[in-house]
Each structure stands twice: as structure tokens, then as C-alpha cells.
């Protein structure tokens, strides 16, 4: 292995552990969504090196989450417009923490996009232009945010079919490619199971 490989891995893994620490919740999803993410990747025919790079990507792109208060992390209800404020400075939170280490400089597109959205309706900056990292790291973290069990969505939380129609339904905001590409992989991973 490559020293720069092994100081990539060591320090993704160095910074996974700190999100475990930090907020155990975001470390688990953020697992399940470089999984996915990995697996729309493989689905679309991407190369391997960009499938592990979005693999990566989908690691970190909650990272700046560590920076973010547990009270909001944790609420039960509705965020209040502040807090919603502050939550929305994660993507540019992890860019930041990124740009710190150079063998990690390159994730920072897939981090600091994976909230925008197609019509220019996502943030930080609510541009329309998005890498395709970055659109597959977030429909694979909104699908996940739709089917798994949390504080905030305990009465709103939906099966994996109601989860793959709402991101099929707005076409305007997610790539429908990836969004068939996640569907076909989910029913191919429970076809083997």
C-alpha cells in the first residue's frame, strides 16, 4: 500500500472514530449511506477509483456534524429556524475540517454538496450545478434519513418503497438515474439475502 493510501485511510478511520464518539447515530448512518453510495456507484458502471471515492465520500460527508451541539443533533421536534440555521453549516463544517488534511482535499466537493439539490432548492450555497459524488451521496443520505428509525421522524418514517417513490417523484430535485440505480441495487441486495 501507498504511504499517502495509508494516511488516507488512517485518517478517515481516525475521523470516523471521532464521529462514533461524538454521535453514534451520525456515525451508523453515515456507515449505511457509504454503503449504499458504493453500491449506486457500482450499479450506475462508474470506474472503481470512483467508486471508492464516493465511498469516501459518503463516509465523511456528515463529518462536520462533530461540530454541531448534541441538543440539536438529538431534538425530537421540529428544529426551530436558529437551529435549522446552524445545522445547515454542516457540509461547509466538514470542507473545512477536510481542507486541513492533504490527502483528503479531494473529498471536499462530495462533502460540501451533498446537500444541494437539482433545482437549487438544497444548501449551502443553493447552487443547481452538483458533482455527481456529491448527487449520489445525497440521495442515498436522504433515503436513509427516510427509512431509519430517529429522534426527529419516529411518525414520519417510511417503508423502503414510499422512501424510493418520494425521491422518484421529484425529479426536479434528485437525479432519476440514481434514484432507479439505488432502487434496483436495494431490490438486487434483497434478492441475495
Request: glycine share 6%; charged share 25%.
Amino acid at each position: 500500500m501507498e504511504v499517502s493510501n495509508y494516511s488516507e485511510y488512517y485518517l478517515i478511520r481516525r475521523l470516523m472514530t471521532s464521529l462514533r464518539h461524538y454521535h453514534l447515530t451520525t456515525y451508523l448512518h453515515s456507515i449505511r449511506v457509504a454503503r449504499l453510495t458504493y453500491l449506486v456507484s457500482k450499479k450506475l458502471g462508474l470506474p472503481k477509483d470512483e467508486q471508492i471515492y464516493n465511498c469516501k465520500g459518503g463516509l465523511l460527508h456528515d463529518i462536520g456534524k462533530v461540530l454541531v451541539p448534541i441538543s440539536i443533533l438529538d431534538k425530537p421536534g421540529l428544529l426551530t429556524e436558529l437551529e435549522y440555521e446552524f445545522m445547515k453549516v454542516h457540509p461547509s463544517y466538514g470542507s473545512e475540517m477536510l481542507k486541513i488534511f492533504p490527502t483528503l482535499r479531494d473529498l471536499i466537493p462530495a462533502v460540501l454538496y451533498h446537500h444541494e439539490r437539482l433545482d437549487g432548492s438544497g444548501y449551502p450555497f443553493g447552487v443547481s450545478i452538483i458533482p455527481l459524488s456529491a448527487q449520489i451521496i445525497g440521495i442515498c443520505d436522504s433515503f436513509d434519513a427516510m427509512t431509519t428509525k430517529r429522534p426527529y421522524n419516529e411518525k414520519r418514517l417510511k417503508s423502503i418503497h414510499e422512501a424510493i417513490f418520494e425521491l422518484k417523484t421529484q425529479p426536479y430535485k434528485y437525479n432519476y438515474n440514481i434514484v432507479e440505480a439505488l432502487e434496483k441495487a436495494i431490490k438486487e441486495e434483497k434478492g441475495n439475502q
